[in-house]
């Protein structure tokens, strides 16, 4: 969808990177592409939708036409309102160009790791801290900072110059810093951004289909290649204020990713909080189902950890029981010194936690009451049953007996 919009009709539509997110699902769970800090999500990009609900009526819900569905199906968790059919969404002018920076830097010590943090929290409010500016900043165990952002509206000297002064800033103290992989700046036409082509000049990024008979232009990100048997071990998330990247607070949160990264790996995905965006994209976003602390966070702060393929009963493929229970508590404890920062934080419904016992609460916030209340309409039996959905805790575990 993204290259027969971009790449051919010279526009931009709102959509997802990985290729384990289709695009219906990403709208109900509300939806964030690494351009979400100019563009907002993809719930707030729905003009239409045709859904097949309960009782086996084909409805459109638009902004007209059952508009009480049309908000819940923005951002209210999929599978559980109806079986969505067809989807209108708007597009966008697109930029001239895109681009991408990559770079892994090392700390030498763990004091000089936490001023690592303190500068990136600082350069990101003077310098990224806009709708040009999107994906992640990650912090690891062993004093490592990896940065994996993309930009749009900047050519490539732009781009140079606006990272310059950071990187000047660590060149200055060698004793303290090494970049463990030289930075990557690249930017080209926007145009041309998703073609296979360009991206392949990102060295480690894709992998090409070797399937005999698959078109050149079959290709798939690197880090998906296991992706199908691949066991979560743990993977949880929180929306971070804006205020926490401000110079009073700044310190509050370079201490709390400190202390999560000596647990487990934290990562700052900044396209996925809506603080930044232009006031339009927040405004439409405010007609979502998403929980409202997504307006005012300048990032998604996320923990997880997976094994390779395992599958249950097959001699010797499988799953780590023992590793994943540690990786899960790790993430947990990592994710602590988190909610000590921002206790009520929220959290991302298509990135949460699996177990986490207030996901009403975290998924939806205050949106939740009216999200029942349109379940109760249009599904007042519960045909539609997903985990920690709207409406599921009125029935088991399994979906198969109502408790109330």
């Keep these: 969808m993204l290259g027969a919009v971009t790449t051919k009709g010279g526009r931009y539509v709102q959509g997802g990177g990985c290729l384990t997110v289709g695009?219906?699902?990403?709208?109900?769970?509300?939806?964030?592409?690494?351009?979400?800090?100019?563009?907002?999500?993809?719930a707030a990009s729905l003009l239409e939708a045709e859904i097949v609900t309960a009782d086996g009526t084909v409805r459109i819900a638009n902004a007209c036409t059952n508009p009480d569905l049309f908000w819940a199906i923005k951002g209210g968790g999929g599978g559980s309102f109806g079986v969505v059919t067809r989807l209108t969404l708007r597009t966008h002018p697109l930029p001239e160009f895109f681009g991408a920076v990559f770079t892994t830097i090392q700390a030498t010590s763990e004091g000089a790791f936490r001023r690592l943090i303190g500068k990136v929290i600082e350069f990101?409010?003077?310098?990224?801290?806009?709708?040009?500016?999107?994906?992640?900043?990650?912090?690891?165990?062993?004093?490592?900072?990896?940065?994996?952002?993309?930009?749009?509206g900047l050519n490539q000297q732009q781009a140079e110059t606006t990272w310059r002064p950071f990187f000047e800033w660590l060149a200055a103290s060698p004793q303290d810093f090494s970049i463990a992989s030289k930075p990557l700046i690249l930017a080209g036409p926007a145009r041309h951004f998703w073609d296979p082509e360009s991206l392949k000049k990102v060295p480690g990024l894709l992998l090409a289909d070797d399937r005999p008979g698959a078109p050149e232009t079959n290709v798939f990100w690197a880090n998906n290649l296991q992706e199908a048997g691949q066991v979560l071990y743990g993977y949880q998330s929180a929306w971070i204020p804006a205020s926490f990247v401000q110079t009073d607070q700044q310190d509050h949160l370079a201490?709390?990713?400190?202390?999560?990264?000596?647990?487990?790996?934290?990562?700052?995905?900044?396209?996925?909080?809506?603080?930044?965006?232009?006031?339009?994209?927040?405004?439409?976003?405010?007609?979502?189902?998403?929980?409202?602390?997504?307006?005012?966070?300048?990032?998604?702060?996320?923990?997880?950890?997976?094994?390779?393929?395992?599958?249950?009963?097959?001699?010797?493929?499988?799953?780590?029981?023992?590793?994943?229970?540690?990786?899960?508590?790790?993430?947990?404890?990592?994710?602590?010194?988190?909610?000590?920062?921002?206790?009520?934080?929220?959290?991302?419904?298509?990135?949460?936690?699996?177990?986490?016992?207030?996901?009403?609460?975290?998924?939806?916030?205050?949106?939740?009451?009216?999200?029942?209340?349109?379940?109760?309409?249009?599904?007042?039996?519960?045909?539609?049953?997903?985990?920690?959905?709207?409406?599921?805790?009125?029935?088991?575990?399994?979906?198969?007996?109502?408790?109330?």
């Design 23 to 42: 695009v219906a699902g990403l709208i109900q769970g509300g939806g964030f592409g690494s351009f979400s800090k100019a563009y907002g999500m993809a």
């Design 124 to 152: 990101y409010r003077e310098a990224l801290f806009n709708p040009h500016w999107g994906e992640q900043i990650g912090f690891r165990p062993g004093n490592v900072l990896v940065v994996a952002m993309v930009f749009q």
């Design 255 to 404: 201490d709390a990713l400190f202390a999560a990264a000596r647990h487990w790996g934290v990562t700052l995905h900044v396209n996925k909080g809506l603080a930044g965006a232009p006031a339009e994209a927040i405004a439409a976003a405010r007609d979502t189902a998403m929980n409202p602390a997504v307006l005012d966070a300048f990032a998604l702060l996320i923990s997880g950890a997976e094994g390779p393929p395992a599958y249950p009963g097959i001699p010797g493929h499988e799953p780590d029981l023992p590793a994943a229970r540690r990786r899960a508590a790790a993430i947990e404890e990592a994710m602590g010194e988190v909610r000590k920062l921002v206790p009520n934080a929220g959290s991302y419904v298509a990135e949460g936690n699996f177990f986490g016992e207030t996901w009403r609460e975290s998924f939806w916030g205050s949106n939740y009451a009216r999200l029942l209340a349109v379940k109760d309409k249009y599904d007042p039996d519960g045909l539609f049953f997903v985990h920690h959905g709207v409406g599921s805790e009125r029935w088991s575990t399994d979906g198969f007996t109502r408790l109330t």
